[in-house]
């Protein structure tokens, strides 16, 4: 039964249609994969087989299975955590804690992924790890509810904290910010080597999706303001220039397709993990890969993945990137 979008999550899509030739950021051309079309027409990759060969790697990587072991196995299949991590390195995670909710509801990211990535940080030799965000909830509440403390505790050198007060941001300058030029940042994001973004992959009735950009947000004092005086959308890629993420690792092992960010909505269980070097890659992917709003959309018409495709800060064309696919 087709459920009908509500008319502010429609609103946050753009129907443009307008394909850019940017020079994307890439440090090496990478070879097109080509992709197969299943009968449905809907968007497909192929299987990473024992004889599938990425001499520079793929651009991204889609593993199934249970959070914790498709964690590893998406990440593993960049490289490993050792490409982004190096020993003695400070490294922040930014997953979505920011809900009092257990991780059925899907507004937090599962607690298994936040630790499995935690645990390969410290298996590359990270000196100190931090998982952190912004809580639209109680603190103590978020931390407990969502599972990612619990699941935490124990692990040498990785703290999880949700942080609101003032005195743990400090004001920066956005150099590259076409409207949102300046902003509070979490000190330890700023002193942070290594930044990766663990979302979980949901609906927002202001932007269409809450993926990895949209969530950088949780990184910040205030918030509110990229909704009350900038375009929203313009404002979340201006903070992804100065808040881009080494590595992004959507958990996509339970979906919010409807009601989101706080929910209840429809919780599709796909049990997948999405993960990639660049952020507007991963968004994309996600968003072609799954149902919103009971409907299936392209990237482009979340606007704020196509401002960020447009200015250079990633691809959203997915046709031309190298993919592999594993099952954990």
């Known amino acids: 039964m087709f459920q009908k979008p509500s008319t502010t999550a429609l609103n946050c899509l753009s129907d443009s249609t307008r394909i850019s030739r940017r020079s994307l950021l890439k440090a090496q051309s990478k070879a097109a994969l080509v992709f197969a079309a299943a009968s449905s027409g809907l968007f497909r990759v192929s299987p990473l087989l024992a004889d599938q060969s990425f001499p520079d790697g793929p651009d991204l990587s889609i593993a199934r299975g249970g959070p914790g072991p498709a964690t ?27 809900f009092a909710h257990p991780p059925e509801r899907a507004t937090n990211t599962h607690p298994d992924v936040v630790r499995e990535l935690a645990v390969m940080c410290t298996e590359a030799g990270a000196a100190r790890v931090r998982i952190l965000d912004h809580p639209l909830q109680s603190a103590e509440m978020c931390l407990v509810q969502s599972g990612i403390q619990q699941a935490c505790a124990g692990l040498p050198d990785v703290s999880v904290h949700t942080m609101s007060a003032a005195r743990f941001f400090r004001e920066v300058v956005i150099p590259q910010g076409e409207q949102l030029r300046q902003t509070q940042v979490m000190e330890d994001v700023l002193a942070a080597d290594v930044l990766i973004a663990a979302p979980v992959a949901k609906s927002h009735s202001a932007t269409g999706v809450s993926l990895a950009m949209k969530g950088m947000l949780g990184l910040i004092l205030d918030r509110g303001i990229l909704h009350r005086r900038f375009d929203l959308h313009t404002a979340i890629v201006d903070l992804t220039t100065l808040l881009m993420p080494d590595l992004t690792v959507v958990d996509a092992t339970r979906v919010l397709s409807t009601n989101g960010p706080f929910g209840p909505g429809k919780v599709l269980q796909e049990d997948t993990v999405i993960a990639s070097r660049d952020v507007v890659a991963a968004d994309a992917m996600t968003v072609r890969m799954f149902e919103w709003y009971g409907r299936r959309i392209a990237p482009r018409q979340v606007r704020h993945i196509l401002l960020a495709h447009d200015r250079g800060l990633g691809t959203m064309d997915l046709s031309g990137l190298q993919v592999a696919e594993t099952t954990a």
């Open 72 to 98: 590893r196995a998406a990440v593993e299949a960049l490289g490993g955590m050792t490409a982004f991590v190096r020993p003695g390195q400070r490294v922040v995670i930014k997953p979505n804690m920011s």
